[in-house]
Protein backbone atom coordinates (compact mmCIF):
# COMPACT_ATOMS: atom_id res chain seq x y z
CA UNK A 1 0.00 0.00 0.00
CA UNK A 2 2.77 2.60 1.01
CA UNK A 3 4.19 1.76 -2.86
CA UNK A 4 1.55 2.16 -4.79
CA UNK A 5 1.28 5.69 -2.77
CA UNK A 6 3.84 6.75 -3.36
CA UNK A 7 3.57 5.79 -7.52
CA UNK A 8 0.35 7.72 -7.06
CA UNK A 9 2.43 10.68 -5.55
CA UNK A 10 4.44 10.66 -8.24
CA UNK A 11 1.55 11.35 -11.11
CA UNK A 12 0.24 13.94 -9.13
CA UNK A 13 0.70 17.88 -10.94
CA UNK A 14 3.60 19.60 -8.83
CA UNK A 15 3.49 23.35 -9.26
CA UNK A 16 7.14 23.44 -8.95
CA UNK A 17 7.93 20.96 -11.55
CA UNK A 18 6.09 23.03 -14.11
CA UNK A 19 8.22 25.03 -16.03
CA UNK A 20 9.08 27.00 -19.04
CA UNK A 21 11.35 24.32 -20.16
CA UNK A 22 8.21 21.98 -19.72
CA UNK A 23 6.04 23.73 -21.34
CA UNK A 24 8.24 24.75 -24.42
CA UNK A 25 10.11 21.39 -24.98
CA UNK A 26 7.81 18.34 -24.98
CA UNK A 27 7.03 17.14 -21.50
CA UNK A 28 2.86 17.71 -21.71
CA UNK A 29 2.41 15.17 -19.06
CA UNK A 30 2.73 19.00 -16.73
CA UNK A 31 0.68 20.51 -19.29
CA UNK A 32 -2.13 17.70 -18.80
CA UNK A 33 -1.87 18.02 -15.42
CA UNK A 34 -2.39 22.13 -15.39
CA UNK A 35 -5.83 21.34 -17.72
CA UNK A 36 -7.04 18.80 -14.69
CA UNK A 37 -6.30 21.06 -11.90
CA UNK A 38 -7.24 24.35 -13.54
CA UNK A 39 -4.02 25.82 -12.47
CA UNK A 40 -2.61 28.73 -15.04
CA UNK A 41 -0.97 27.36 -17.81
CA UNK A 42 2.43 28.97 -17.55
CA UNK A 43 3.98 30.88 -14.37
CA UNK A 44 7.60 31.35 -13.31
CA UNK A 45 9.65 29.55 -11.09
CA UNK A 46 12.87 30.63 -9.70
CA UNK A 47 14.91 28.08 -11.78
CA UNK A 48 12.48 29.04 -15.08
CA UNK A 49 15.01 32.24 -15.21
CA UNK A 50 17.86 29.96 -15.38
CA UNK A 51 16.39 27.73 -17.84
CA UNK A 52 15.41 30.39 -20.00
CA UNK A 53 18.56 32.16 -20.11
CA UNK A 54 20.13 29.12 -21.17
CA UNK A 55 17.55 28.36 -23.90
CA UNK A 56 18.14 32.25 -25.13
CA UNK A 57 21.86 31.83 -24.81
CA UNK A 58 21.52 28.92 -27.53
CA UNK A 59 19.25 30.70 -29.72
CA UNK A 60 21.81 33.91 -30.09
CA UNK A 61 24.48 31.39 -30.68
CA UNK A 62 22.61 29.23 -33.29
CA UNK A 63 21.70 32.77 -34.83
CA UNK A 64 25.22 33.57 -34.96
CA UNK A 65 26.70 30.57 -36.64
CA UNK A 66 23.96 30.92 -38.95
CA UNK A 67 25.00 34.59 -39.76
CA UNK A 68 27.88 34.45 -42.06
CA UNK A 69 28.89 38.36 -41.46
CA UNK A 70 29.58 37.28 -37.86
CA UNK A 71 31.52 33.92 -39.21
CA UNK A 72 34.09 36.12 -41.37
CA UNK A 73 35.59 37.85 -38.07
CA UNK A 74 36.08 34.66 -36.63
CA UNK A 75 40.14 34.78 -38.56
CA UNK A 76 42.35 36.11 -36.03
CA UNK A 77 43.03 40.01 -36.88
CA UNK A 78 40.10 40.20 -39.28
CA UNK A 79 37.74 42.78 -37.36
CA UNK A 80 41.27 45.19 -36.25
CA UNK A 81 42.53 44.87 -39.90
CA UNK A 82 39.03 45.80 -40.77
CA UNK A 83 38.20 48.70 -38.93
CA UNK A 84 41.74 50.50 -39.14
CA UNK A 85 40.99 50.50 -42.67
CA UNK A 86 37.60 51.88 -42.20
CA UNK A 87 39.06 54.82 -40.50
CA UNK A 88 41.66 55.26 -43.01
CA UNK A 89 39.69 55.79 -46.04
CA UNK A 90 36.81 57.68 -44.58
CA UNK A 91 39.43 60.42 -45.90
CA UNK A 92 38.33 59.19 -49.21
CA UNK A 93 34.66 60.25 -49.30
CA UNK A 94 35.78 63.25 -47.54
CA UNK A 95 38.55 65.36 -49.50
CA UNK A 96 36.87 66.61 -52.49
CA UNK A 97 33.69 67.97 -50.90
CA UNK A 98 36.81 69.09 -48.17
CA UNK A 99 38.64 70.89 -50.73
CA UNK A 100 35.58 72.47 -52.70
CA UNK A 101 34.52 74.21 -49.15
CA UNK A 102 37.28 75.43 -48.47
CA UNK A 103 38.13 77.38 -50.90
CA UNK A 104 34.82 78.46 -52.19
CA UNK A 105 34.46 79.60 -48.61
CA UNK A 106 38.13 81.40 -48.44
CA UNK A 107 38.41 82.73 -51.61
CA UNK A 108 34.43 82.86 -53.42
CA UNK A 109 35.64 80.89 -56.41
CA UNK A 110 33.50 77.81 -57.42
CA UNK A 111 35.45 77.41 -60.28
CA UNK A 112 38.87 77.72 -58.79
CA UNK A 113 37.94 75.19 -56.09
CA UNK A 114 36.28 72.56 -58.65
CA UNK A 115 39.73 72.78 -60.24
CA UNK A 116 41.76 72.12 -57.77
CA UNK A 117 39.10 69.09 -56.41
CA UNK A 118 39.58 67.84 -59.93
CA UNK A 119 43.84 67.86 -60.14
CA UNK A 120 43.41 66.13 -56.78
CA UNK A 121 40.97 63.37 -58.16
CA UNK A 122 42.83 62.85 -61.37
CA UNK A 123 46.05 62.50 -59.73
CA UNK A 124 44.59 60.34 -56.80
CA UNK A 125 43.54 57.95 -59.68
CA UNK A 126 46.66 57.75 -61.72
CA UNK A 127 48.90 57.05 -58.66
CA UNK A 128 46.72 54.96 -56.18
CA UNK A 129 47.12 52.00 -58.79
CA UNK A 130 50.93 52.18 -59.07
CA UNK A 131 51.23 52.91 -54.87
CA UNK A 132 49.35 49.65 -55.02
CA UNK A 133 51.61 48.63 -57.32
CA UNK A 134 54.49 49.11 -54.77
CA UNK A 135 52.71 47.42 -52.16
CA UNK A 136 52.31 44.20 -53.18
CA UNK A 137 55.58 44.38 -54.34
CA UNK A 138 57.42 45.75 -51.30
CA UNK A 139 54.17 45.16 -48.48
CA UNK A 140 51.83 47.32 -47.73
CA UNK A 141 53.04 49.00 -44.35
CA UNK A 142 56.61 49.80 -46.00
CA UNK A 143 54.62 51.85 -48.64
CA UNK A 144 51.64 52.78 -46.81
CA UNK A 145 53.85 54.84 -44.26
CA UNK A 146 55.75 56.88 -46.43
CA UNK A 147 52.79 57.79 -48.87
CA UNK A 148 50.19 58.50 -46.45
CA UNK A 149 52.82 61.01 -44.61
CA UNK A 150 53.20 62.70 -48.53
CA UNK A 151 48.99 63.04 -48.44
CA UNK A 152 48.26 64.02 -44.98
CA UNK A 153 51.71 66.66 -45.52
CA UNK A 154 49.87 67.66 -48.67
CA UNK A 155 46.72 68.10 -46.44
CA UNK A 156 48.42 70.43 -44.30
CA UNK A 157 49.73 72.24 -46.84
CA UNK A 158 47.29 73.27 -48.30
CA UNK A 159 45.24 74.49 -45.50
CA UNK A 160 48.31 76.71 -44.91
CA UNK A 161 48.47 77.66 -48.28
CA UNK A 162 44.51 78.46 -48.61
CA UNK A 163 44.36 80.55 -45.15
CA UNK A 164 47.60 82.13 -45.74
CA UNK A 165 46.74 83.08 -49.85
CA UNK A 166 48.92 81.81 -51.48
CA UNK A 167 48.99 81.48 -55.51
CA UNK A 168 46.81 78.92 -57.26
CA UNK A 169 49.83 77.28 -58.74
CA UNK A 170 50.27 76.25 -54.82
CA UNK A 171 46.99 75.13 -54.78
CA UNK A 172 47.34 72.65 -57.72
CA UNK A 173 50.79 71.48 -56.52
CA UNK A 174 49.22 70.85 -53.04
CA UNK A 175 46.14 68.80 -54.44
CA UNK A 176 48.45 66.88 -56.05
CA UNK A 177 50.43 65.65 -53.54
CA UNK A 178 46.96 64.26 -51.53
CA UNK A 179 46.86 61.94 -54.52
CA UNK A 180 49.22 59.96 -52.65
CA UNK A 181 46.73 58.33 -50.40
CA UNK A 182 46.96 54.91 -50.33
CA UNK A 183 43.92 52.94 -51.41
CA UNK A 184 43.35 51.67 -48.41
CA UNK A 185 40.31 49.82 -49.64
CA UNK A 186 42.35 47.79 -51.85
CA UNK A 187 44.71 46.98 -49.02
CA UNK A 188 41.83 45.89 -46.80
CA UNK A 189 40.56 43.45 -49.54
CA UNK A 190 43.65 42.37 -50.32
CA UNK A 191 43.94 41.24 -46.91
CA UNK A 192 40.06 39.08 -47.21
CA UNK A 193 41.41 37.66 -50.03
CA UNK A 194 44.63 36.29 -48.92
CA UNK A 195 42.53 34.93 -45.53
CA UNK A 196 39.38 33.33 -47.65
CA UNK A 197 40.79 32.62 -50.83
CA UNK A 198 38.83 30.37 -52.57
CA UNK A 199 36.41 30.06 -49.66
CA UNK A 200 32.74 31.48 -49.44
CA UNK A 201 33.08 33.49 -46.71
CA UNK A 202 35.37 35.99 -48.99
CA UNK A 203 31.65 36.94 -50.75
CA UNK A 204 30.70 38.23 -47.36
CA UNK A 205 33.96 39.73 -46.89
CA UNK A 206 33.69 41.88 -50.07
CA UNK A 207 30.12 42.42 -49.50
CA UNK A 208 30.88 43.58 -45.90
CA UNK A 209 33.59 46.14 -47.63
CA UNK A 210 30.90 46.89 -49.80
CA UNK A 211 28.51 48.27 -47.35
CA UNK A 212 31.17 49.70 -45.02
CA UNK A 213 32.20 51.82 -48.47
CA UNK A 214 28.46 53.29 -48.45
CA UNK A 215 27.44 54.31 -45.41
CA UNK A 216 31.34 55.80 -45.57
CA UNK A 217 29.98 58.23 -48.84
CA UNK A 218 27.05 58.33 -46.87
CA UNK A 219 28.58 59.99 -43.72
CA UNK A 220 31.52 61.28 -44.61
CA UNK A 221 30.04 64.54 -46.84
CA UNK A 222 27.85 65.25 -44.23
CA UNK A 223 30.63 65.40 -41.27
CA UNK A 224 32.34 67.90 -43.89
CA UNK A 225 29.74 70.23 -44.42
CA UNK A 226 28.90 70.09 -40.08
CA UNK A 227 32.98 70.62 -39.21
CA UNK A 228 33.14 73.45 -42.35
CA UNK A 229 30.33 75.18 -40.95
CA UNK A 230 29.93 74.76 -37.66
CA UNK A 231 33.99 75.30 -36.78
CA UNK A 232 36.22 77.01 -39.90
CA UNK A 233 36.13 76.16 -43.65
CA UNK A 234 39.29 74.34 -42.73
CA UNK A 235 37.90 72.06 -40.82
CA UNK A 236 36.81 69.74 -42.91
CA UNK A 237 39.96 68.75 -44.44
CA UNK A 238 42.21 69.05 -41.46
CA UNK A 239 39.18 66.41 -39.67
CA UNK A 240 39.89 64.05 -42.91
CA UNK A 241 43.41 64.41 -42.51
CA UNK A 242 43.50 63.25 -38.93
CA UNK A 243 41.23 60.36 -39.87
CA UNK A 244 43.97 59.41 -42.40
CA UNK A 245 46.92 59.76 -39.78
CA UNK A 246 45.23 57.92 -37.15
CA UNK A 247 43.70 54.90 -39.31
CA UNK A 248 46.62 54.64 -41.74
CA UNK A 249 48.78 54.31 -37.98
CA UNK A 250 46.82 51.86 -36.75
CA UNK A 251 46.53 49.41 -40.22
CA UNK A 252 50.08 49.17 -40.90
CA UNK A 253 50.59 48.37 -36.41
CA UNK A 254 47.75 45.37 -37.90
CA UNK A 255 51.28 43.31 -38.69
CA UNK A 256 50.17 40.05 -38.42
CA UNK A 257 47.69 39.89 -41.01
CA UNK A 258 49.62 41.74 -43.63
CA UNK A 259 50.03 40.07 -46.80
CA UNK A 260 53.15 38.23 -47.63
CA UNK A 261 55.40 39.50 -50.73
CA UNK A 262 54.58 36.90 -53.26
CA UNK A 263 58.12 36.61 -55.62
CA UNK A 264 57.30 36.24 -59.25
CA UNK A 265 60.93 35.14 -61.00
CA UNK A 266 59.26 35.31 -64.56
CA UNK A 267 59.65 38.65 -66.43
CA UNK A 268 58.52 39.95 -69.38
CA UNK A 269 54.80 39.88 -69.86
CA UNK A 270 53.94 38.94 -66.62
CA UNK A 271 55.66 41.55 -64.89
CA UNK A 272 53.20 43.99 -66.51
CA UNK A 273 50.84 46.16 -65.08
CA UNK A 274 47.54 44.55 -64.10
CA UNK A 275 45.73 46.59 -66.14
CA UNK A 276 47.03 44.94 -69.70
CA UNK A 277 45.15 41.75 -68.88
CA UNK A 278 42.36 41.71 -71.30
CA UNK A 279 39.71 40.09 -68.50
CA UNK A 280 40.40 42.50 -65.86
CA UNK A 281 40.83 45.48 -68.53
CA UNK A 282 37.32 44.59 -69.21
CA UNK A 283 36.17 44.55 -65.62
CA UNK A 284 37.82 47.99 -65.36
CA UNK A 285 36.26 49.78 -68.32
CA UNK A 286 32.54 47.98 -67.23
CA UNK A 287 32.79 49.84 -63.63
CA UNK A 288 34.35 52.62 -65.59
CA UNK A 289 30.49 53.08 -67.44
CA UNK A 290 29.23 51.94 -64.50
CA UNK A 291 31.02 54.94 -62.47
CA UNK A 292 29.61 57.17 -64.72
CA UNK A 293 25.51 56.00 -63.59
CA UNK A 294 26.69 57.20 -59.98
CA UNK A 295 28.08 60.87 -61.18
CA UNK A 296 25.26 61.11 -63.54
CA UNK A 297 22.27 60.39 -60.86
CA UNK A 298 24.08 62.74 -58.24
CA UNK A 299 24.34 65.99 -60.41
CA UNK A 300 20.61 65.12 -62.67
CA UNK A 301 19.32 64.58 -58.89
CA UNK A 302 20.57 68.14 -57.87
CA UNK A 303 19.64 69.83 -61.45
CA UNK A 304 15.97 68.22 -60.58
CA UNK A 305 15.56 69.50 -57.58
CA UNK A 306 16.54 72.94 -58.28
CA UNK A 307 14.15 73.11 -60.95
CA UNK A 308 11.38 71.43 -58.75
CA UNK A 309 11.77 74.58 -56.84
CA UNK A 310 13.19 72.27 -53.70
CA UNK A 311 17.43 72.64 -54.28
CA UNK A 312 17.28 71.04 -50.52
CA UNK A 313 15.19 68.24 -51.44
CA UNK A 314 17.95 66.37 -53.44
CA UNK A 315 19.43 64.81 -50.63
CA UNK A 316 16.56 62.45 -50.45
CA UNK A 317 16.84 60.66 -53.88
CA UNK A 318 20.71 60.60 -53.31
CA UNK A 319 19.97 59.19 -50.20
CA UNK A 320 17.73 56.52 -51.19
CA UNK A 321 19.73 55.65 -53.68
CA UNK A 322 22.96 54.82 -51.40
CA UNK A 323 20.26 53.10 -48.90
CA UNK A 324 19.03 51.14 -51.64
CA UNK A 325 22.44 49.85 -52.54
CA UNK A 326 23.31 49.77 -48.65
CA UNK A 327 20.34 46.68 -48.24
CA UNK A 328 21.07 45.20 -51.37
CA UNK A 329 25.10 44.79 -50.66
CA UNK A 330 23.81 43.38 -47.02
CA UNK A 331 21.28 40.80 -48.43
CA UNK A 332 23.41 39.57 -51.54
CA UNK A 333 26.63 39.30 -49.25
CA UNK A 334 24.43 36.76 -47.05
CA UNK A 335 23.33 35.16 -50.30
CA UNK A 336 25.36 31.85 -51.62
CA UNK A 337 24.65 31.71 -55.73
CA UNK A 338 25.76 28.87 -57.33
CA UNK A 339 25.74 30.40 -61.19
CA UNK A 340 29.28 31.46 -61.90
CA UNK A 341 30.35 35.15 -61.11
CA UNK A 342 30.72 36.02 -64.55
CA UNK A 343 27.12 35.33 -65.63
CA UNK A 344 26.10 37.03 -62.11
CA UNK A 345 27.76 40.30 -63.56
CA UNK A 346 26.34 40.26 -66.75
CA UNK A 347 22.81 40.17 -64.69
CA UNK A 348 23.67 42.86 -62.26
CA UNK A 349 24.58 44.95 -64.90
CA UNK A 350 21.41 44.38 -67.17
CA UNK A 351 19.32 44.82 -63.88
CA UNK A 352 21.75 47.92 -63.56
CA UNK A 353 20.59 49.30 -67.11
CA UNK A 354 17.07 48.57 -66.66
CA UNK A 355 16.72 50.30 -64.10
CA UNK A 356 17.46 53.27 -65.37
CA UNK A 357 14.85 53.54 -67.94
CA UNK A 358 12.21 54.49 -65.47
CA UNK A 359 14.16 58.01 -64.82
CA UNK A 360 12.65 59.63 -68.36
CA UNK A 361 9.16 59.20 -66.19
CA UNK A 362 9.89 60.90 -63.17
CA UNK A 363 8.31 64.36 -62.08
CA UNK A 364 8.69 64.72 -58.84
CA UNK A 365 11.22 64.34 -56.24
CA UNK A 366 9.09 61.58 -54.66
CA UNK A 367 8.98 59.54 -57.64
CA UNK A 368 13.22 60.55 -58.11
CA UNK A 369 13.56 59.33 -54.62
CA UNK A 370 11.53 55.86 -55.23
CA UNK A 371 13.24 55.41 -58.67
CA UNK A 372 16.64 55.83 -57.76
CA UNK A 373 16.13 53.40 -54.31
CA UNK A 374 15.28 50.85 -56.80
CA UNK A 375 18.12 51.60 -59.52
CA UNK A 376 20.53 51.65 -55.92
CA UNK A 377 19.96 48.20 -56.11
CA UNK A 378 22.35 47.12 -58.93
CA UNK A 379 25.12 49.19 -57.36
CA UNK A 380 26.45 47.12 -54.36
CA UNK A 381 25.75 43.59 -56.41
CA UNK A 382 27.94 44.57 -59.35
CA UNK A 383 30.86 46.30 -57.61
CA UNK A 384 30.76 43.05 -55.09
CA UNK A 385 30.80 40.72 -57.93
CA UNK A 386 33.71 42.86 -59.57
CA UNK A 387 36.06 42.55 -56.82
CA UNK A 388 35.53 39.11 -57.13
CA UNK A 389 36.39 38.48 -60.32
CA UNK A 390 39.02 40.77 -60.03
CA UNK A 391 40.26 38.63 -57.34
CA UNK A 392 39.94 35.76 -59.44
CA UNK A 393 41.54 37.18 -62.47
CA UNK A 394 44.54 39.20 -61.19
CA UNK A 395 47.74 37.10 -60.16
CA UNK A 396 48.29 36.73 -56.36
CA UNK A 397 51.35 38.88 -56.64
CA UNK A 398 49.37 41.77 -58.02
CA UNK A 399 46.00 41.52 -56.05
CA UNK A 400 45.97 44.91 -54.41
CA UNK A 401 47.06 46.88 -57.59
CA UNK A 402 44.48 44.87 -59.51
CA UNK A 403 41.44 46.06 -56.78
CA UNK A 404 43.09 49.41 -56.86
CA UNK A 405 42.28 49.91 -60.70
CA UNK A 406 39.06 48.43 -60.51
CA UNK A 407 38.37 51.49 -57.44
CA UNK A 408 40.09 53.87 -59.96
CA UNK A 409 37.62 53.33 -63.06
CA UNK A 410 34.94 53.38 -60.95
CA UNK A 411 36.18 57.01 -59.81
CA UNK A 412 37.05 58.27 -62.99
CA UNK A 413 34.00 56.87 -64.59
CA UNK A 414 32.01 58.61 -62.27
CA UNK A 415 33.68 61.88 -62.96
CA UNK A 416 33.37 61.44 -66.43
CA UNK A 417 29.54 60.51 -66.02
CA UNK A 418 28.88 64.40 -64.00
CA UNK A 419 30.80 66.24 -66.34
CA UNK A 420 28.90 64.26 -69.38
CA UNK A 421 25.02 64.99 -67.49
CA UNK A 422 26.63 68.34 -66.45
CA UNK A 423 26.90 69.46 -70.10
CA UNK A 424 23.48 67.73 -70.84
CA UNK A 425 21.87 69.58 -68.00
CA UNK A 426 22.89 72.69 -69.54
CA UNK A 427 21.51 72.77 -72.82
CA UNK A 428 18.44 70.43 -72.58
CA UNK A 429 17.75 70.78 -68.82
CA UNK A 430 17.75 68.14 -65.64
CA UNK A 431 15.48 65.68 -67.31
CA UNK A 432 18.45 65.15 -70.26
CA UNK A 433 21.19 64.27 -67.49
CA UNK A 434 19.44 61.28 -66.87
CA UNK A 435 19.50 59.64 -70.47
CA UNK A 436 23.22 59.77 -69.85
CA UNK A 437 22.63 57.51 -67.09
CA UNK A 438 20.57 55.08 -69.58
CA UNK A 439 22.97 55.34 -71.74
CA UNK A 440 26.38 54.42 -69.46
CA UNK A 441 24.01 51.88 -68.42
CA UNK A 442 23.59 49.99 -71.57
CA UNK A 443 27.02 50.74 -73.02
CA UNK A 444 28.44 48.92 -69.55
CA UNK A 445 25.92 45.82 -70.42
CA UNK A 446 27.30 45.51 -74.02
CA UNK A 447 30.95 45.94 -72.99
CA UNK A 448 30.38 42.69 -71.19
CA UNK A 449 27.82 40.65 -73.13
CA UNK A 450 30.62 41.55 -76.26
CA UNK A 451 33.55 40.87 -74.11
CA UNK A 452 32.47 37.81 -72.00
CA UNK A 453 34.34 35.51 -73.49
CA UNK A 454 37.65 36.65 -71.78
CA UNK A 455 36.38 36.79 -68.37
CA UNK A 456 34.84 33.20 -68.74
CA UNK A 457 38.45 31.95 -69.95
CA UNK A 458 39.90 33.82 -67.16
CA UNK A 459 38.04 32.66 -64.41
CA UNK A 460 37.95 28.95 -65.39
CA UNK A 461 41.72 29.46 -65.59
Known amino acids: MTAQNARQSKKRFNPADFTIEACFFGKNRYLAGARSMMRPACFF ?21 ANPYIEIFRAPGSFAFSI ?48 SRLADRFGQTRIAVPATALAVGAMLALILAVRLGAPAWCLFLCAAGIGFMPAFGAFVRTRWSRLFHGSLKLHTAFAYESTLDET ?9 VYLATGFFPEAGLLGSAVLLAVGAGLFCLQKKTEPKIIYNKNRGRKSRPVIFMLPVAVIIATLLAMGAIFGTAEVASVAFAKEQGNPAGSMWPLSAYAFGSFITGIIYGAMRLKMRLSHQFIAAMAIAAITTLPLLWVSSIGGLTLMLFIAGAACSPS ?16 MTEGISWAMTGMGVGFAIGMALAGQAIDRFGAQAGFYTAIAA ?14 VERGETA
Do not use: W
Not at 51 to 59: E, M, V
Not at 85 to 97: D, E, F, K, P, V
Not at 216 to 224: D, E, H, K, S
Not at 441 to 454: D, E, H, T, V, Y
Open 441 to 454: GFSALALIILCRRP
Open 84 to 131: CGLIARCSLSMNTLSIVTMISMERGHYALASAVATIYAVCGAILAPQI
Open 216 to 224: IFMAGPILV
Open 383 to 398: IIIAMQLIERLAPAEK
Open 45 to 65: MPRDCLILTKYIKKLLMSLAM
